[in-house]
């Protein structure tokens, strides 16, 4: 079966600097993202991943190996807004989405 | 401005009253699709849809369909709604997978209870 694991909750420190880890088990890949949601919002774009290697946006990037199926998102000076749940999702051989489950990030000042 | 709209955003209905909710896209996109959304299971699909009149299900398509009549819409039907399609809904569009970025964009969700 296909599957995307990561962390249910994180807890981080305002200006700080958090990972979150993805690991995923697809039938093929073509592509990885990650997602922002907050609470009781629509999920929104935040990176796309489809080459091993790191992609930087500001103060996110994302990272990417596909040999070891696994990513991360990165985020860098850790502002209270930053608190949210964050969404891997893996586009398989069939150009389906599979979502993960989130990690919901809590900023603590 | 770019954006998918769903109508109603909130919904309290009582079990076996037939539902729709609609969804709306002004981007052009080919690719739809309706996802549920539960504590602790992240997004399941339901249904997608790549093109007008061309539907397929997702991961748990029981209790609801779909239609692709035209491009920019893509309503989700409850024909007979039970207490466990209780959740948040969330329709979202994008261009074919493998045909650009792929980023999908959506709507701003619709929370259903079936009583």
């Known amino acids: 079966g296909q599957n995307i694991d990561q962390p249910t909750e994180m807890t981080a420190t305002e200006g700080a600097i958090v990972q979150i880890n993805c690991t995923y088990q697809?039938?093929?890949?073509?592509?990885l993202f990650w997602y922002q949601q907050h609470a009781g919002e629509a999920p929104t774009f935040l990176s796309y991943n489809v080459l091993d290697g790191l992609e930087e946006k500001g103060r996110f990037s994302s990272f990417l190996s596909r040999s070891k199926g696994y990513s991360y998102l990165l985020l860098k000076e850790l502002q209270m807004k930053d608190s949210a749940s964050y969404l891997c999702a893996v586009l398989d051989s069939n150009y389906q989405l599979i979502w993960g489950a989130g990690t919901k990030l809590i900023i603590k000042p | 401005e770019a954006q998918v709209t769903q109508n109603p955003r909130y919904l309290i209905t009582v079990t076996g009253k037939k539902l729709t909710v609609t969804c709306s896209q002004n981007?052009?996109?080919?690719?739809m699709s309706w996802y549920r959304q539960d504590p602790g299971l992240g997004l399941r699909q339901i249904y997608y849809s790549m093109n007008v009149e061309v539907t397929d299900k997702g991961d748990v398509p029981e209790g609801y369909k779909v239609s692709r009549k035209e491009k920019r819409n893509f309503p989700l039907i409850l024909e007979s709604p039970s207490p466990n399609q209780t959740s948040l809904y969330f329709c979202?569009?994008?261009?074919?997978?493998?045909?650009?970025?792929?980023?999908?964009?959506f709507g701003p969700g619709t929370r259903l209870t079936v009583l």
């Open positions: 697809t039938s093929g890949f073509n592509g």
């Open positions: 981007m052009n996109h080919e690719y």
């Open positions: 979202a569009s994008s261009s074919l997978p493998g045909q650009g970025t792929d980023t999908q964009y």
